[in-house]
Structure formats: structure tokens, C-alpha cells
């Protein structure tokens, strides 16, 4: 009955720490681009169309909420969205030049603003 018990135990054991070692992100991967990204200015996204895959290049001006930055570069101004976990120790300030992967998200009662993937600090 001991031995069954044990087993038991250290079955369970294992399946736990498999399934959190399963779920453990170490936060690392390819930064560059898709196949279908294209480097455009925050006036030029704001233009295109849902999911559209883009890169832009300039920096964070201010936060304005959660996950919501303004970005800024010589075209104009865009909302960002950039998820906590996309961050990947990035930190930046106003000064920072940054490169921005994502997509454009459109709404029909809001300005387009940009769903970020990834950034990096130029």
C-alpha cells in the first residue's frame, strides 16, 4: 500500500511539473519581420486597412493608459498598444528611439491604432 502510495504521489508530482515547465516562457524569439511587413510612417498606418501587418520607427511620447502609448514619428502621431508581456525587458523613455512590429487594428468609432508584437530599442 506504501508503494502505491508513493508512486501515486510522485505521478502526480511529475504531471505538475511538467505541465508548469510546459507553460514556462522563457520570453525569447525572432524580433524581425514577417514575410508581409512593411516599414511605413504613423500617418501611413493610420490609412491601411485591419490586421495589416506594419513596422514603424520613432519613439514613445507618453503612456496614456493601460497598454496604450502615443507614438510618434516625423509623419505624425498613432496610438500603440503594447501588451505587458511584449515589453520582454525593453525599457524606454521619450528620448528612445524604437523599431515597432505589429498590426493595425481599426474600429469604427475610434482612431486606428497599432497592436504591437514585439519592440526594440534602436
Do not use: C, H, R
Not at 500617418?43 to 493601460?66: F, H, P, R, W, Y
Not at 514619428?73 to 528611439?97: H, N, R, Y
Amino acid at each position: 500500500m506504501k508503494k502505491m502510495l508513493a508512486k501515486t504521489a510522485f505521478a502526480a508530482t511529475l504531471a505538475l511539473s511538467t505541465a508548469a515547465f510546459a507553460n514556462f516562457n522563457m520570453g525569447g524569439g525572432f524580433t524581425g519581420p514577417t514575410a508581409n511587413q512593411t516599414k511605413v510612417t504613423a500617418a501611413e498606418a493610420a490609412k491601411l486597412s485591419d490586421d495589416t501587418n506594419v513596422i514603424l520607427t520613432g519613439k514613445i511620447e507618453q503612456k496614456l493608459g493601460d497598454e496604450k502609448y502615443m507614438f510618434k514619428d516625423a509623419s505624425g502621431t498613432i496610438i500603440v498598444e503594447i501588451d505587458d508581456e511584449d515589453w520582454k525587458g525593453v525599457t524606454v523613455g521619450p528620448q528612445d528611439t524604437v523599431e515597432i512590429y505589429g498590426e493595425v487594428d481599426t474600429d469604427m468609432f475610434e482612431p486606428s491604432k497599432i497592436d504591437v508584437e514585439s519592440i526594440i530599442k534602436k
